[in-house]
């Protein structure tokens, strides 16, 4: 929930700040960009030192950053550069945390790994789904400022289930610089070795292209083309939430009917559609419809190509080839916000629907002629 008051306050902040389609655009892109330069060297972070207390580590420096935010608008110091610096540092540590999360689900539930990875999907989907509103009500009552610190107190909630849980691997010996280059080395040469893990991160490359075009110039698209207030936009913003709810709770039942590699071209056919309805559609609750079309069938697609790579993956190197994976996967994020952002400013924001429309075709076809149609 916590996170979700941080993505909607966050461009709502820069918006008021500046104006500027570009400025929350390139947020966004700052907020990914990390993991493409940081991504393996995450990773073999993850497989060498313990992962619980690598989490509490990464939990506490997050719940300071944000708190900061908060804090230097209170002071009067607050620049934008100190948003992009808070948001690429942050977006670093994530990256540690959730690879690490991916990493420890297999421990917990080795026989049953989508319905595991489907539960967890579903509480953070909750969460999202109240986190807009919440957000919402709190910017016109308190400020986007203050809403921060509700975020920075939540990494408590998270503390406390980390201090409770057991240990899960034992770390490694000292890690020195040449190791961690090997590491790197062995993630990325596992990886281009087999299809089906690379097949998945070409696939999302292109799709987070999209996705990221539509979602890192949606409150732009909200609040200066469909003139919404904060509370219509945060009704948007809940389906994208509620979305990834139902799509978390359809993953085992979709599973356990449909054969995976006939499955997922369907889902991300679906979420096409979603796309082509916003870029036709003027209705003020039509981006939400659109994204809540597309957040079912990504978190179910995601739910279950986690639980491809945990079947496939070596437990001791799931942080080093997850790290490179996501380089990919996310590679194309930054360049996918600055074109949409783009786009809003020279042509009609709703081409940029159609742009995440035209991604998510390229995504089907790359499902239907690569080893992942015979899953």
């Known amino acids: 929930m916590g996170d979700s008051l941080f993505t909607f306050a966050i461009p709502w902040i820069s918006y008021k700040l500046t104006q500027s389609s570009i ?10 960009l990390p993991i493409v330069l940081f991504g393996p060297l995450a990773g073999s972070l993850v497989d060498r030192w313990e992962r619980k207390k690598l989490m509490i580590f990464t939990d506490i420096s997050r719940a300071l950053l944000v708190a900061l935010i908060p804090l230097l608008h209170f002071t009067g110091q607050l620049q934008l550069w100190a948003l992009y610096a808070i948001s690429f540092v942050l977006t670093i540590l994530s990256l540690m945390f959730d690879v690490s999360t991916v990493a420890i689900i297999p421990a917990l ?33 308190i400020g986007g400022f203050h809403s921060l610190w509700l975020d920075a107190v939540s990494f408590a909630g998270t503390l406390i289930v980390l201090i409770l849980m057991p240990s899960f ?32 991160s070409f696939q999302a490359m292109i799709g987070n292209f999209g996705y990221s075009a539509a979602f890192g110039v949606l409150m732009f698209y909200l609040l200066n083309t469909l003139h919404l207030n904060a509370q219509q936009s945060s009704l948007n913003y809940t389906l994208l939430g509620f979305g990834g709810v139902v799509g978390s709770i359809l993953a085992v039942p979709l599973e356990n009917h449909f054969p995976r590699g006939k499955l997922i071209p369907v889902l991300l056919g679906i979420g096409s559609a979603g796309f082509v309805f916003a870029s036709i559609s003027q209705f003020w609750l039509a981006p939400g419809i659109a994204f809540f079309a597309v957040t079912v ?6 739910t279950i190509v986690t639980s491809v790579r945990q079947e496939t993956i070596p437990s001791d190197m799931i942080g080093r080839v997850l790290g490179f994976s996501r380089v990919l996967t996310r590679l194309a994020m930054p360049l996918g916000a600055m074109t949409g952002a783009a ?33």
């Not at 069938?297 to 995601?302: E, F, P, Q, V």
């Not at 742009?355 to 899953?375: G, N, Q, S």
Request: proline share 4%; charged share 15%.
């Open 343 to 375: 786009l809003s400013e020279w042509t009609d924001p709703r081409a940029v629907f159609a742009v995440a429309a035209a991604a998510k075709v390229l995504e089907v076809t790359i499902a239907l002629i690569t080893p992942i149609r015979k899953l």
């Open 109 to 141: 539930a080795p026989k049953q790994l989508t319905r595991a990875n489907a539960s967890y999907q579903l509480t953070n989907q909750i969460a999202e789904l109240a986190g807009p509103l919440l957000a919402g009500a709190l910017i016109i009552s």
């Open 23 to 32: 400025v929350m655009g390139s947020m966004y892109a700052v907020s990914v």
């Open 297 to 302: 069938c990504n978190t179910a697609w995601n």
């Open 169 to 200: 691997n034992k770390p490694k010996s000292r890690t020195s610089l040449s190791q961690i280059f090997k590491d790197i080395g062995e993630g990325f040469r596992w990886l281009i070795h087999s299809k089906i893990n690379l097949s998945f």
